[in-house]
């Protein structure tokens, strides 16, 4: 398939570090992408640079390349322990792992060190990470700075910066988070400055010309928003007939491999529950699922161990999950921005895909707002009845709210000797109690005596 998505530039045309082109040409990339060649020439001269363009065009490899070449090309001579000379800041754990892997593949021959920190693991394994000198510190704002406020590294030495996907930081509520550390940086003249998003709102480009060195802004348009390789349908449904809907169209389409968005953790774990009573394989991730679970499932998921994911919008932002051809909407998103980034998991780098998105009766009104900012109206498909298909009901058993059949046999001898007990209890307050109609003698209480002191 032609990879539309790629320029015409090829990067050893770059001035780029050897180390640096051995490396993206062991992992496979030749021709820059067009986010790439367009920011790239900027960046390897020093100017600080705002990135827009769509999802999954190269965005990472974009600022990678040019903060490696930065560090390469500027080396400290006696670097301290503790020390950070790039800071990459992602708004999600799971887009500082993918971040953290890209960096590994796209760095392999340049030496460099790379450290990962994020919240919900390994507290004290990652922090041992800075007992030497660090050339690429990626991670979340507050476990970097739950690190800062301790000492455990310093920004003196600092000199590259990468915000990444910066429009989540404000819809995360982590802009102060990101202002406290970008103050405690060396000044904007003395760093490398970089900021990448798929969308750029007003108090983002704010944010950027406050805390950057006059950037340069480029933008890869396109005529809407979304990839134009997506083929996007929408769908109205009634909400009990979402569930029928949604696996009628996977055995119709049969995905190689599809994500399924939901706007709640209830309705994930009903699709779960129903995916795998009707033989469809599946795998669930969301906010309270443990961290190293969500990594394992995302993994398995990506090796081919699943069919569908389900997942919240943790998932929506950042993830370069290999291969995945079909999006489903089971429930549209609140926010328009949101809509383009989950469809964005598919069609990823130049490759094709689709978007089957369910208008349902608690949803639909978010659709206008939605083809106002992809700039274009999502075409409509009829439900045949072939889509509505009967169903395999789970049972109670595999309920996500009642322990499968099995689990905690341990606590059931001890739970019916507590049911035996009390039920024994009941039977003897039962015996003391007088009959129902029996009558009750009347008691007095006694008098008591008034004792006169005795006599000595």
């Known amino acids: 398939m032609e990879k539309l998505y790629l320029s015409d530039t090829r990067f050893d045309q770059l001035a780029i570090d050897k180390r640096i082109l051995s490396s993206l040409q062991e992992a496979g990339f030749e021709r820059c992408s067009r986010i790439q060649a367009e920011t790239l020439p900027l960046a390897l001269q020093g100017k600080d640079v705002t990135g827009q363009a769509q999802t999954g065009t190269g965005k990472t490899g974009a600022f990678l390349v040019a903060a490696f070449q930065r560090l390469l090309t500027e080396p400290l001579e006696n670097p301290e322990a503790g020390s950070v000379r790039c800071l990459i800041l992602a708004p999600t754990r799971e887009l500082a792992i993918q971040i953290a892997r890209d960096t590994e593949a796209l760095g392999k021959n340049t030496g460099l060190r790379s450290v990962l920190v994020y919240g919900g693991a390994g507290y004290e394994k990652q922090r041992r990470q800075f007992e030497e000198a660090v050339d690429i510190l990626i991670g979340t704002p507050g476990r970097i700075i739950d690190y800062w406020k301790q000492g455990v590294y310093h920004f003196k030495q600092t000199q590259v910066l990468v915000l990444d996907e910066a429009d989540r930081m404000f819809d995360m509520g982590f802009i102060q988070d990101v202002r406290f550390l970008l103050r405690r940086l060396p000044a904007p003249e003395k760093r490398l400055s970089m900021l990448f998003s798929a969308t750029l709102s007003q108090k983002v480009l704010e944010l950027a010309y406050e805390h950057m060195n006059a950037p340069s802004s480029v933008q890869v348009e396109t005529e809407s928003v979304s990839a134009d390789n997506i083929a996007e349908h929408v769908y109205f449904p009634a909400n009990n007939e979402k569930i029928r809907l949604l696996i009628g169209l996977m055995r119709k389409l049969q995905p190689y491999r599809a994500i ?48 569908a994911l389900i997942a919240t919008d943790v998932a929506a ?31 990823r780098a130049g490759a094709s895909g689709e978007a089957h998105s369910f208008a349902c009766e608690d949803t639909a009104f978010y659709l206008p707002d939605i083809e106002e900012y992809t700039g274009k109206a999502i ?22 709210d009642r322990p499968p059949h099995g689990r905690d046999n341990r606590h059931q001898g001890s739970r019916q000797r507590a049911r035996t007990e009390v039920q024994a209890s009941q039977r003897k307050v039962q015996e003391l109690l007088p009959a129902e109609n029996a009558t009750v003698p009347a008691t007095k209480r006694p008098r008591r005596r008034n004792r006169k002191p005795s006599q000595p």
């Open 317 to 347: 932002r950042g993830l370069h999950i290999p291969d995945v051809s079909h999006v489903f909407n089971f429930d549209l998103p609140q926010l328009a921005e949101d809509y383009v980034h989950r469809i964005g998991r598919t069609a």
């Open 260 to 307: 399924i968005f939901v706007n709640t953790k209830h309705n994930a774990e009903k699709i779960d529950n129903f995916l795998r009573t009707n033989a469809i394989s599946a795998a669930m991730i969301s906010g309270d699922v443990r961290q190293n679970k969500r990594e394992r499932l995302l993994k398995e998921f990506g090796d081919g161990k699943y069919q």
């Open 379 to 400: 075409p409509v498909r009829s439900i045949d009845i072939e889509l509505l298909p009967e169903l395999n009901r789970p049972d109670a058993s595999q309920r996500h």
